[in-house]
Nanobody, 123 residues
Framework: QVQLVESGGGSVQAGGSLRLSCAAS??????MGWFRQGPGKEPEGVAT???????GYADSVKGRFTISRDNAKNTLYLQMNSLKPEDTAVYYC???????????????????WGQGTQVTVSA
């Protein structure tokens, strides 16, 4: 079983950048992703990456966010640029057993979760 620990959240002004990290231990899964849940909103799949490096993004973040992984360090990243107030949310990294496609997924499709890190973007 994998353990996931996120870091890198914080508060920024609109237009700013943050990079989230997710340290994985216990097992490395081919399929990893980032999700978020804003206040009063449903969980949203933000980005997915598979072991070959293929990625997929939600339309709301395409062109602004980049998911990447360093397998040697067992670490997943989410580089977030041009942040908007609507990006304010708790961000979670997650792992999925088995194969996945490089596209955003529903929360229910993933099996293991970190504790989340808060990102707040002010106007």
């Amino acid at each position: 079983q994998v353990q996931l620990v996120e870091s890198g959240g914080g508060s920024v002004q609109a237009g700013g950048s943050l990079r989230l990290s997710c340290a994985a231990s216990g097992y490395t899964y081919s399929c990893m992703g980032w999700f978020r849940q804003g206040p009063g909103k449903e969980p949203e799949g933000v980005a997915t990456i598979v072991n070959g490096g293929s990625t997929g993004y939600a339309d709301s973040v395409k062109g602004r966010f980049t998911i990447s992984r360093d397998n040697a360090k067992n670490t997943l990243y989410l580089q977030m640029n041009s942040l908007k107030p609507e990006d304010t949310a708790v961000y979670y990294c997650a792992a999925k057993r088995g194969y996945c496609y490089p596209r955003p997924y529903r929360k229910v499709d993933f099996n293991y979760w970190g504790q989340g890190t808060q990102v707040t973007v002010s106007a």
